[in-house]
């Protein structure tokens, strides 16, 4: 207990002099490693390391095996992940020692950083250092892709987030693609029933196994995992951020937002005791906050490719951008991540005035 204690504590150490870095909650940090809690360790097994140095911890790292991953992307492929560390010596120690339990567990190959899952904080940030980062984003130092590049690791896959102003109006084309849509007896988008939150969340999450089901890096969430997020999530749903696009009664598309969290937890410095949760439950209530964020958005794979897939996807855009002006007082929307790839959600999120604001890598090499 001491040492996830203290594995979870360097984060303070690593970022306390980073105006940009924002402190988590210790106890969400505590539950994402602790298998009697995170369901991910149904399908996955993963091992944890701290680097110490004259009794003082300078580093951790993550490696870990994924039975889903190794279904998707491939026998041999193991990931590392949780890296932090305070020094270049320390870093090359963990990663050494990161790829030395990979080879043992049979792993020819490894993706990193990963944290934990994919759907945790796959990538390390390369791009946007100087922007604190929005809810359940990753922050990291600008030395670490030195480290990680020196142990012989090159780019796997980019992937990106894009801001823009949402007090701007579409432009005239996508309004009328907009109207169109709403004028379409097939076509249906309704907000999130929140009476009804298990049979919702359980609908956006399978629409999301299938939207993504073609994607690099894609893992499937599991009954156990879907449960799992939609209790985490729940206390940060609101009915009107959230969209379902139906096509003759069928569920089709969905997009989750979410106000940025981390404009209400910064001053919390990661604990709820003995005063955090009263705050944090007060500002819930009805959040006011500068940023919302797009961390989930899926077309199912039968629309993808057509005409109706945009014109749900800008449906949807377009009703949560309104409530999230007049509701929260946002001004900017981010969107991702995204594939640097996935040409179609990069046309969707490049929207007029919207540009790339952080860019999160994944390094990959040989064992």
């Given amino acids: 207990r001491a040492e996830r204690g203290a594995f979870v504590d360097l984060l303070w150490e690593v970022y306390r002099d980073d105006p940009y870095w924002v402190p988590p909650l210790k106890d969400e940090e505590l539950g994402l490693i602790d298998p009697k809690k995170n369901p991910w360790f149904e399908?996955?097994?993963?091992?944890l390391w701290l680097a110490v140095r004259d009794g003082r911890t300078v580093g951790r790292v993550s490696a870990q095996v994924d039975e889903l991953v190794l279904a998707e992307m491939g026998a041999g492929t193991g990931q590392m992940g949780m890296f932090?560390?305070?020094?270049?010596?320390?870093?090359?120690?963990?990663?050494?020692?990161a790829e030395g339990w990979l080879r043992e567990q049979g792993m020819t190959r490894v993706l990193g950083p990963i944290s934990l899952s994919i759907w945790d904080q796959p990538g390390l940030l390369i791009e946007g250092f100087e922007e604190a980062p929005t809810a359940m984003m990753?922050?990291?130092r600008p030395a670490y892709r030195g480290w990680i590049e020196a142990a012989g690791y090159s780019k796997a896959k980019d992937l990106v987030t894009y801001e823009l102003d949402i007090r701007v109006e579409m432009i005239p084309m996508i309004r009328r693609l907009i109207d169109a849509g709403e004028r379409n007896p097939r076509i249906m988008v309704r907000s999130l029933d929140k009476s009804r939150f298990d049979e919702e969340a359980a609908?956006?999450?399978?629409?999301?196994?299938?939207?993504w089901?073609?994607?690099w890096g894609f893992v499937p969430l599991t009954p156990a995992e879907i449960a799992y997020a939609g209790k985490k999530l729940k206390p940060i749903i609101y009915s009107d951020l959230v969209a379902i696009a139906e096509v003759d009664g069928i569920p089709a598309a969905f997009m989750l937002t979410i106000p940025d969290i981390n404009e209400l937890i910064r001053d919390l410095d990661g604990r709820l005791f003995p005063?955090?949760?009263?705050?944090?439950?007060?500002?819930?209530r009805k959040p006011r906050v500068k940023r919302v964020r797009v961390p989930l958005m899926g077309v199912s794979k039968s629309l993808q490719g057509s005409r109706m897939a945009g014109q749900l996807a800008f449906m949807m855009i377009e009703r949560i951008r309104r409530n999230a002006v007049a509701n929260y007082?946002?001004?900017h929307g981010e969107f991702g991540w995204v594939l640097e790839d996935n040409q179609g959600m990069i046309s969707i999120a490049q929207l007029p005035g919207a540009g790339a604001n952080k860019v999160y890598r994944v390094f990959e090499k040989a064992l």
Wanted: hydrophobic fraction near 55%; avoid cysteine; proline fraction near 0%.
């Fill in 213 to 215: 089901s073609d994607n």
């Fill in 275 to 284: 005063f955090g949760w009263a705050k944090l439950l007060w500002r819930l």
């Fill in 84 to 97: 932090e560390a305070l020094d270049e010596e320390a870093a090359a120690a963990l990663i050494a020692v």
């Fill in 329 to 331: 007082g946002a001004t």
């Fill in 203 to 211: 609908t956006i999450l399978n629409l999301l196994n299938d939207a």
């Fill in 138 to 140: 990753g922050h990291h």
């Fill in 43 to 47: 399908h996955a097994r993963a091992q």
